[in-house]
């Protein structure tokens, strides 16, 4: 091993650790994961948006600005993983249509189009008469939106499948354990398992929402609070060649993205909750939105459903703070944007790992 070479700790296996932990490699560094499931938590129930337009809130625009930058990072990273495994990543870039489905929801529409506007996002207001083929599915009672071209998505079960074949690749280690407590000496970080303990040279925490191991220093001024989303995959209605859909339902919040094949993610529920359980009602609530949205969707089969748990800071904006424990950084705080940011976040890990003397 070189010099500039390092030995690497990435402790959680989530969309955040897994592509640090290939950007890490990639960058010629010795990298050893650990996670007892990885990609189970949040990424297993992501639909994979890339949207940072259609993902505006108020008071986000730093948040938005960084996102800004997601669609390229991910293409880079999609063509490294692709000239590698052999298999092209989909990224579909098809935009978001955003519509209301009432009076109030469609107030609710023009209350985000003026915090975009301010955010100089780019959109487009759009008709069912004007551009039908962007309705396509779409309730008939629904006849305006905002288009929000810039917007993608990847599939996250592609590009888990595409990592972890990329990190074998690159010879990095996965260990199936939980990592229960951290720590580092004059010389070395070390991450402790129940059954080993593993030194290096560095160490990234990217644990999601879930607590931080035993010896992790933090500053204080960042926290993380898990925010349980829910997902229903259904095979149904194929809009692959349209927008993302995103709606305002009786004031809730919904999109559909569909991939080839008629295969839809449903979504979406967030709730401040620590247990990754889905009620009937809430299942009942998503679906009927769904179908008001598309009614299409009453024909299609319900394939699964999937939940996680978002880790979201209590400014919603995403962190990277390297810890009081020596040698040792935390990588979190992306809340509902955490396929969006990963290759921004493996930017920042590489960076710490090779700025840090």
Known sequence: MSSQEKNVLVVGGGIIGMVSAFRLAQAHHHVT???????????????????????????EQSNYELQKGALAAWRDVAHTLGSMTGEEMTI?????????????????????????SDFRAPMEAVTRMESP???????????????????????????????????????????????TSIGSDAEHVVASTGTDEIRGDRGILATGAHRLPKGALTSG?????????????????????QP??????????????????GYCVLGATAEERAEAVLEVG?????????????????????LDTRMGLRPASADLEPFFEVLATRGWAWSSGYYRHGVALAPIAAEHALQFVEGAS
């Open 282 to 302: 809430e299942l009942q609530r998503l679906l009927r939105d769904a179908l008001d949205i598309v009614p299409e969707l009453e024909t299609a089969n319900v």
């Open 33 to 59: 994961l650990f996670d007892p499931a990885p990609a189970k938590g949040a990424t297993w129930a992501a639909a994979g948006m890339v949207a940072p337009s259609a993902e505006i809130a108020p008071g």
């Open 221 to 241: 001024d960042n926290v993380v609070r898990p925010i349980r989303g829910v997902t229903v995959r259904v095979q149904g209605i194929d809009r692959s060649a």
């Open 133 to 179: 083929e962007l309705f396509e599915g779409v309730s008939p009672r629904i006849s305006e939106g905002l288009l929000m071209g810039d917007d993608a998505w990847v599939n996250p079960d592609q590009v888990v499948r595409m990592l972890l074949n990329g990190l074998e690749l690159l010879g990095v280690r996965i260990i199936r354990e939980e990592v």
């Open 92 to 116: 579909a870039q098809t935009g978001t249509l955003f519509v209301g489905w009432d009076a109030s929801d469609r107030r609710l529409i023009e209350q985000f189009a003026q915090v975009a």
């Open 244 to 261: 993302i859909v995103r709606a305002f339902v009786r004031g809730r919040a919904f999109y559909m993205v569909s991939r080839s094949g």
